[in-house]
């Protein structure tokens, strides 16, 4: 049997494709002004933006137990997979990759895990890149590696309404936060090493749709590749994203996802968010 490909549920693959590649996605724990549930199981992002519109708002998120891990690579293996490669959010915004790692150790050496350094189809892509490599019939390390190198060739950039959310849940630099309300800019934010950092500050929605426009383009230069739009509560603006950059990048756009952020997100980022991922495909 082919090895397994794992990943966490902030990933937001579109549900079949998640099914048609055999994946196994393991969820994060949302809290919502005291309720958990699990994100795309008991929790889901209509959930958290009407929480972050009350009056009073207590939200945190927090990793599946090691435990959680261990038992779905034992599953796994025990189901006839050879070996488990095992992809996740940035260890710089959540522990998920931390407690992967323990799961592994734990399991023994038939599971790799890979930090993406992303989130949302910045995990995604190096996932689908893992499974396409188990699918041809790589090994631990072949699939390990594919996931390392998609992983390379991910970039994201996203635009938020406002940092104060990111700086609640310590996502953020604080007086990064502050400058933009002080200044009431818009922040267009991406992950060059695994952190979300402040990428360009614009003064208008349109201007930090169309800035996210660029930077893609930018980061896509003359490769083939592949493109993913998320948003959350702003169907609009993802389709108005998805239009523009399928306009810029032309015949070279391969595969295309738009899908709406879960509740984990949501519940650091608020809505309104719009997220642009550029998947370049190996030369």
């Known amino acids: 049997m082919p090895v397994a490909v794992v990943t966490d549920s ?8 998640v099914r048609a590649r055999r994946l196994t996605v393991v969820p994060l724990t949302v809290v919502l ?40 690579y034992r599953a796994l293996l025990a189901e006839g997979a050879d070996a488990v490669v095992s992809v996740h959010l940035s260890a710089e915004l959540s522990g998920t990759v931390e407690a992967a790692r323990l799961a592994a150790a734990e399991v023994g050496d038939r ?17 689908l890149a893992a499974a396409a490599a188990a699918a041809d019939g790589a090994d631990l390390s072949g699939v390990r590696q594919a996931a390392v190198d998609a992983a390379g060739r991910t970039t994201i950039f996203f635009y ?29 934010l991406h992950m060059p090493d695994g952190a979300i950092v ?11 749709l169309a800035r996210l426009v ?30 523009a950059l399928t306009d810029r990048l032309g ?14 997100v949501a519940a650091h980022a608020g809505p309104g968010l719009a997220c642009v991922v550029i998947h370049r495909r190996p030369a």
Request: proline letters at 5%; zero cysteines; hydrophobic letters at 40%.
């Open 10 to 17: 902030t990933a937001y693959l579109p549900p079949e494709l």
């Open 111 to 127: 599971v790799g895990v890979v930090d993406s350094r992303s989130t949302g189809m910045g995990l995604g892509f190096p996932v």
């Open 251 to 264: 015949d070279r756009l391969h595969d295309t996802y738009v899908t709406e952020a879960g509740a984990v």
């Open 214 to 243: 660029d930077l893609a383009v930018e980061a896509a230069g003359d490769a083939e590749v592949d493109l993913a739009v998320h948003h959350l509560d702003a169907p609009e603006r993802a389709e108005q994203l998805m239009t």
């Open 33 to 72: 002004n005291g309720v958990e549930g699990l994100e795309g199981v008991e929790v889901f992002p209509e959930d958290a933006i009407r929480a972050l519109g009350g009056r009073r708002v207590a939200t945190s998120t927090s990793r599946p137990a090691p435990e959680q891990f261990a038992q779905v």
């Open 160 to 188: 938020v309404d406002t940092l104060e959310f990111l700086r609640r849940g310590g996502r953020i630099n604080a007086a990064e936060a502050l400058l933009g309300t002080a200044l009431s800019v818009k922040p267009i």
């Open 198 to 208: 402040v990428r360009d500050k614009v003064r208008t929605t349109g201007r930090g």
